[in-house]
């Protein structure tokens, strides 16, 4: 027999056993995918009972609380506070089971399972969210410095606006998918961004005529502002955020924020004066589409429809 022909044969009989240990994993993984589908249902099923029964219990204590002894009273407040804990625990515990998607991930991707197994699978997720914000924002900064300092046509400005609309999109679904994997998402924060991708949507198409032209530096230069702020805010949060996860102190799956919340105030108070200048700009922003809309030659419906949500804009500032 040829040297070659011995060659191949044992090669093909080193392939055959491989394949056979990977038919065998592979039964296995589905085995295993069997047994963990079973173990998914099980514990959802107790999960919900015990909300059930911890419902009727709250009922109960409310029942009982009245006219107890000191004794029964402080062994009733030990029941309450392990009532508060075992709802947290249930939250935690959710975050890694499957659940039916939300009305708008219904509409966007259908009822396809976005449940993260695992904790890192979760983490990396919610990092590459972040590192998505920030590429996409360093992005929108230098267009917005192209159309404000370099070149004013409107077809650019209509790739910057459709840029901002798939980029504000893409986040409420990211986020959305965020929220069922446990992520502590406020419903103010991601409705803000389906107000600004309606926003950017509008901006697409108004039209260039001279109440556009009138308006098209004011809303670049706060954009082009918007977007410094923005990498300002995603730099040093994320750092200030590893270290409160270090020491315990926030959720891992806790997000940078476009505005500013409570946990902020260790080492980042100050960001607030950019807040405050951008959230008065929006203000200023409203009022320039407000006197627009009051001129008797503005015939676009787009003046209109901008300024309620530049206003909205102002309007979060007590939410920051």
Excluded at 103 to 112: E, H, I, P, Q, S
Excluded at 205 to 231: E, H, M
Excluded at 290 to 312: H, I, N
Aim: proline share 2%.
């Amino acid at each position: 027999m040829p040297q070659g022909l011995t060659d191949v044969l044992e090669e093909w009989k080193c392939l055959e056993k491989e394949y056979q240990h990977a038919q065998e994993t592979h039964r296995m993984y589905l085995q295993k995918l069997d047994e963990i589908s079973k173990l998914q249902n099980n514990c959802s099923s107790s999960i919900v009972s015990q909300q059930r029964r911890l419902k009727e219990m709250s009922h109960l204590v409310k029942k009982c609380s009245k006219g107890l002894s000191e004794e029964d009273a402080k062994s009733l407040d030990e029941i309450k506070q392990k009532m508060k804990t075992r709802s947290n625990a249930f939250f935690e515990m959710e975050a890694f089971l499957p659940k039916k998607n939300g009305l708008y991930l219904r509409l966007v991707l259908g009822n396809v399972n976005v449940t993260l197994l695992s904790k890192q699978s979760k983490f990396a997720y919610k990092d590459e969210y972040e590192k998505f914000k920030l590429y996409l924002t360093v992005i929108l900064l230098i267009f917005s410095f192209i159309c404000y300092f370099v070149v004013s046509y409107r077809f650019l400005d209509a790739i910057l606006n459709f840029l901002l609309v798939w980029y504000y999109c893409t986040l409420t679904v990211r986020e959305s998918i965020l929220i069922t994997n446990g992520s502590r998402i406020k419903g103010w924060w991601v409705f803000h961004h389906y107000v600004s991708a309606f926003l950017s949507g509008v901006m697409l198409t108004w039209p260039d005529g001279i109440l556009y032209k009138a308006f098209r530096n004011q809303f670049l230069a706060y954009s082009l502002y918007q977007s410094f702020v923005q990498c300002l805010q995603c730099y040093y949060q994320s750092g200030c955020l590893y270290r409160l996860r270090s020491l315990g102190e926030r959720h891992n799956m806790d997000l940078t924020v476009e505005g500013f919340q409570s946990w902020m105030w260790k080492g980042l108070t100050f960001l607030l004066p950019f807040l405050f200048f951008g959230h008065f700009w929006q203000l200023f922003n409203s009022l320039s589409l407000f006197r627009m809309s009051r001129l008797s030659d503005c015939k676009e419906w787009q003046v209109g429809a901008l300024t309620v949500p530049t206003f909205y804009y102002f309007t979060l500032f007590p939410l920051l």
